[in-house]
RNA sequence: GGCCCCUUCGACUAGCGGUUAGGUCACAACCCUUUCAAGGUUGCGGCACGAGUUCGAAUCUCGUAGGGGUCACCA
């Protein structure tokens, strides 16, 4: 059977990875089976609405590259896909439940409620309504909301008996009607509750399979009251476990406990395809075991059955392998290069033609976790005036002779290809009959200003022979400027001194 | 607290009556090495507990414990 399934997000805030991460599952359950992904926008929350939040959700999906089938974007024979522009369609189903005796007004305030939870509370009842708004007649109901008075709907529930659903991974689930308290579904502003309104757009959409947060379970009885009141179809219901936060208790993944923010792992340097496949394997496995593997590789060999339900924890940790895994041996060098440049060129940085990047991303990939890590790491091979760390100094101080003998065997290099400078490099340490850090160590300092980089010929295979020798020659001036007295023993010294003096003062 | 759901290494998971309980991240050691990474090898570490069913239980049943979710005119 072809399943239509959909995502529908509240436009309240920064796109979520909840979001992404149940997206992604229904994306791939509707593809696994040549159905339809539908995107919708839940927006029937005046209060925490937030106007910049649809674009960036609508953007967080197409960076993901999860493309919904009908969306407010793509439009679709079932639109509108905001269920601000559909609040005829809840005011029809109401009135229809409404004239059924299926729901009923309710008129009471803010005020009466919290008064009626206070007086619940101190003789130690359930709280939740009460059902008191079902004593008033259906035409003194009329006349008030004819008035002008304020009400919002209620679904009428049986206050005996159980109701059940099967929950496709949990098999049934059972529970007693009097749980159920009469729930608002549409509230005085005139916009329904979400249960109304998913209930009422998932049939008209067509959507046969909700699948959606555990969350959602204790409200499904509700869902399934709406279907019946309605004389709808079930769809199957599907709901995967919760992200967790990775503190000691696993709570609900939240923005105060980690980062929620899609926009944000984006920022940071996070490919869309390590996040998704990094998502795909919270609750999921691959029937190989495989753990890297594309979206089409997840929608061929999906299984829902396999979705395991302890709620998995959202550990940076192992998102970052991820990306690390993408970033230095899944994706194709040119396509990892691709992503890097403009980081590069916002720096105001610019290379000799595409192969000079092309290396410099390949040195670099090996080292970085996130696409942020390359412009980190790369400003040597760019900016000719980089500061030297004083660890490099030292090492610069300490292989001053060689930097010398170096500068003038370079100098006289023809052919600056990887092997000769290879040779030459080795060659001299051969001869020299030294340590081969002792030459490189002076060699890396010069030519990045730090003491740790990729392999000294990499780089200046890079740089190109003449970029060397001006950073061999600078790096030896450095020195001079720095460090006018190489000499440890009686740097020692100084500093005992120092300190003396400061003991001294003290005293 | 009531109700509902869940429970394999610290984390993500494989397992679906017979396995020395496997893999990945993290951590540690070693190898490689020109520093930093990467890579390779190895190690560390687990079936929440208790009954029952069975010749045999991580796998099935029940109970206990722990954790989570939910009890809104938010979704």
Redesign the pocket.
């Known amino acids: 059977m072809s399943k239509v399934t959909r995502i529908?997000p509240?436009p309240t805030g920064d796109p979520h990875v909840g979001t992404a991460y149940i997206g992604l599952f229904n994306y791939v359950l509707a593809r696994a089976s040549g159905g339809r992904f539908i995107l919708r926008i839940?927006d029937?929350?005046r209060?925490?609405y937030n106007p910049e939040s649809e674009a960036r959700i609508l953007e967080t999906f197409s960076w993901l590259g999860l493309q919904p089938d009908e969306s407010p974007d793509a439009g679709g024979p079932n639109g509108p896909y905001r269920q601000s522009e559909r609040l005829d369609s809840y005011r029809e189903h109401v009135d229809r439940l409404l004239a059924e005796g299926k729901a009923y007004r309710a008129f009471?305030?803010?005020e009466e409620?919290t008064a009626m939870?206070e007086e619940q509370r101190r003789r130690g009842l359930?709280?939740?309504?009460d059902g008191r708004g079902r004593n008033v007649s259906a035409e003194e109901s009329a006349r008030r909301a004819e008035a002008g008075e304020?009400f919002?709907v209620r679904l009428k529930t049986p206050d005996e008996g159980e109701t059940s659903f099967i929950d496709r991974l949990?098999g049934e689930?059972?529970?007693?009607n009097r749980?159920i308290?009469d729930p608002?579904i549409l509230?005085?502003?005139g916009?329904p509750?979400?249960h109304l309104a998913n209930v009422v757009d998932d049939h008209a959409m067509g959507v046969n399979v909700v699948m959606r947060a555990?969350?959602?379970?204790?409200?499904t009885p509700i869902h399934v009251l709406l279907y019946r009141a309605f004389g709808w179809e079930l769809p199957e219901f599907v709901h995967m476990?919760?992200l967790?936060n990775p503190d000691k208790?696993?709570?609900?993944i939240s923005k105060r406990k980690l980062d929620t923010s899609v926009d944000s792992y984006r920022q940071q340097g996070i490919l869309p395809e390590a996040l998704l496949n990094f998502l795909a394997?919270?609750?999921w496995?691959m029937p190989d075991?495989r753990?890297f593997f594309s979206v089409q590789d997840m929608i061929d060999n999906f299984d829902v059955?396999?979705i395991?339900?302890?709620?998995?924890?959202f550990?940076l940790?192992?998102l970052r392998?991820f990306n690390a895994r993408y970033l230095?041996d899944i994706l194709e060098l040119e396509d990892v290069a691709s992503r890097v440049a403009p980081l590069f060129r916002e720096r105001g940085w610019n290379w000799e033609d595409e192969d000079e990047l092309l290396d410099i991303v390949d040195l670099l990939r090996?080292?970085a976790e996130t696409l942020q890590d390359f412009p980190g790491m790369a400003a040597y091979f760019f900016d000719d005036d980089f500061e030297y760390t004083e660890e490099a100094l030292k090492k610069v101080a300490a292989g001053q002779a060689h930097l010398e003998d170096l500068e003038r065997e370079i100098s006289m290099l023809d052919v600056f290809d990887f092997d000769d400078i290879?040779d030459l490099?080795q060659g001299y340490v051969q001869r020299q009959g030294v340590n081969?850090?002792k030459v490189?160590?002076p060699m890396?300092s010069a030519l990045t200003g730090q003491?740790?980089?990729?392999?000294?010929?990499e780089i200046a295979f890079i740089l190109g022979k003449q970029r060397v020798l001006a950073r061999i020659g600078r790096a030896l001036q450095s020195i001079t400027a720095h460090l006018p007295d190489d000499n440890p023993q009686k740097e020692a010294e100084q500093r005992k001194a120092e300190a003396v003096a400061q003991e001294g003062s003290r005293g």
């Open positions: 529908a509240s839940e029937t929350d209060e925490r009471e305030t803010a409620l939870r359930d709280a939740g309504y304020p919002v949990r689930i059972t529970i007693q749980e308290r608002v509230k005085s502003d916009y509750t979400y555990e969350e959602w379970i204790t409200s476990p919760l967790r208790n696993k709570s609900k394997n919270m609750g496995s075991g753990e059955d396999r395991s339900l302890g709620g998995p924890v550990d940790r192992k392998h230095k090996p080292r290879d490099l081969i850090g490189m160590q890396r003491t740790s980089a990729p392999g000294v010929t």
